[in-house]
């Protein structure tokens, strides 16, 4: 084929392709103008994700009618005029191949008025095609209609997802475009409901509050400093508030929000110590910088930029916050919010391990014992392992006594699923007469004697799985116990959050957690089910809104559904480092053989290890 030029069509069809990836783009680059053409209030009204139709209304300084048909074309702009600008910019925008873009893949309307002009004036993009321009009425500013997006790109339209999930990219577009400038009024609706209204304001608190809730505005810690021309400012979040993703990380230069990962990095630093493995700290920072210092130029939708001296920012980042954490006290709180977050996965380390086997292995030789019949449930050390080892020297007489849970734990009859064998103890009742058949280790594991060896169950890994054998048996007989909550508990969410709760109520309502929407962000849980009695309502519809919204794919209702069991199964089961009354044990024990596949937990994981006896025969050289 002969080297041609490309048509003015497919060039804007293939730089569409860069800047618009799914409706919220659409919704950031218009926002993106609005603010641009110095509105002090703008309305976003969304349908089906935006894949139906998004709207940006706005009462900044309009476009002349004769330059309507300039603003839909390719490298057309108002806002830099030569390479010198390139370096000093302090629009948003400056490459002029929005709206051409956006024009190109959908139908667009775009209206506007100018103070001046004593009417308004229209014009239609239908994939590229524009029409002539024509009066029409409309108040000062610009709104842009934006219908069928990727109508003439069947790739892209195959590629979005769902309405849920597209709506959820939608809000993050618009939050981070809502904090960068507090200062203008924004509105969103989606499918004509309000989501956000958010009045203008001069300090960021407020909008923040209102964005993520009052419960995180209320953990913040301010934090600034200057140096040389570099001015750093905003709020870092209480290591109380963390979250099991980096999304909630925002960074902003010059009134734009950016992604910078040495920035992340940094903040990661600054939080190191402060929180466990797999959490990642909430902070909103903003930096002001003379433009020259850095290029935006670098990415299509300048989601990146580069830094003369990123070195130096990272720095003052870390610094920065350090020198904050240093002077403020975080303990108490750090302590209240770390304990829920055990991950059976990740807790245990190499030493341990190799602790466990060494004890395994004396067990093996003979070492211990007798060590099924009778284990006081509340004597041993947390973190030891319960051997009767010894007899004379040991801390726990072999005294039989009356089940008790010591510590802070739930008692066994309030754990679902693990009914304690007998759910009241008689005081006076030998411990014995229901021995539990297994040994519980570091709080974590149980080991226990088989007709074929040694069997090393996972308690969490296992306990959920029974929870999940229970919990999908009645969720398929429909015959989930609910329990209505006296007073419904109110639950701050996020934009993204609250639409998909209140896009699945009736999935979420068969897992038997009924939600209401209540005013603006919050919603109400009215009840939730009776076996998760000893978790927070709120917790658990948190759990399940993740869940719901990390699928990427459509997911089809019964994988969702399978997927929500598992999520509420992880969060109700017994965790590694519950101590264990005998009678939970045994009823751990007893129950383990009714799963179809008592072996996984449904994470996939193993729940148990097995040791055969011509195993051990062979490791000790029996054999
Ligand atoms: P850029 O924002 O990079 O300049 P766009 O394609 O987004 O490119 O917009 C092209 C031009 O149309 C802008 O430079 C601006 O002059 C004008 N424009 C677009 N949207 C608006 C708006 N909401 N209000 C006023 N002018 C606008
Ligand atoms: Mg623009």
Known sequence: MPIQLLSPSLVNKIAAGEVIERPASVVKELMENAVDAGATRIDVSVRQGGLEMVRVVDNGGGIPAEELPLALAAHATSKITDADDLFRIGTLGFRGEALASIGEISRLVLRSRTPESP??????AGGGVLSAVAPCGCPVGTAVEVHNLFFNTPV???????????????????????????????????????IFELAANDGWLERIALCFGRELADNLIWVESIEDE?????????????????????????????RDRALQHALG???????MVGRFPIAFLAMKMPPELVDVNVHPTKLEVRFQDSGRLYSQLLGTLRGKFLTTNLNTRIQAAAPSDDDPATGHDVAQATQLRQQLVDWAKGKVASWGAARPSGEAPAAGPTFGTGTAESRVPLELRPLQNPSPLPQAEERPGVRAAESSPNASSPVSARSPSALQIHNRYLVTETDEGV????????????????????????AIETQTLLVPEPVDLGPAERAAALEHRDLLAELGVKVEPFGGQTL?????????????????LRALLERILADVKQPDRRDLLDDLLHTIACKAAIKAGDRLAPAE???????????????????????????????????????
């Open 269 to 275: 630093e600054a939080y190191r110590g402060l929180l």
């Open 119 to 124: 009417g308004g004036a229209e014009i239609e």
């Open 230 to 258: 570099v001015t750093l400012s905003g709020y870092a979040a209480h290591p109380g508030q963390s979250r099991s993703h980096n999304r909630m990380q925002y960074f902003f230069l010059n009134g734009r929000h950016i």
């Open 524 to 540: 109400l849980v009215a009840a939730y089910p009776a076996m998760l009695a000893n978790i927070s309502p709120v917790e658990i």
């Open 455 to 478: 069997t090393i169950i996972d308690q969490h890994a296992l306990h959920e799985r029974i929870l999940y054998e229970q919990l999908r048996q009645r969720v398929a007989a429909g």
């Open 585 to 623: 044990i045994a009823s751990l024990l007893e129950q383990r053989h009714l799963c179809d596949d008592a072996h996984h937990c449904p994470h996939g994981r193993p729940t148990a290890l097995v040791f055969t006896r011509e195993e051990l025969d062979k490791q000790f050289k029996r054999v």
């Open 156 to 194: 892209r339209r195959k590629f979005l997802r769902t309405s849920t999930t597209e709506f959820g990219h939608i809000s993050e577009a618009f939050i981070r475009i809502a904090l960068a400038v507090p200062q203008v009024h924004f509105t969103l609706r989606h499918n004509d409901k309000p």
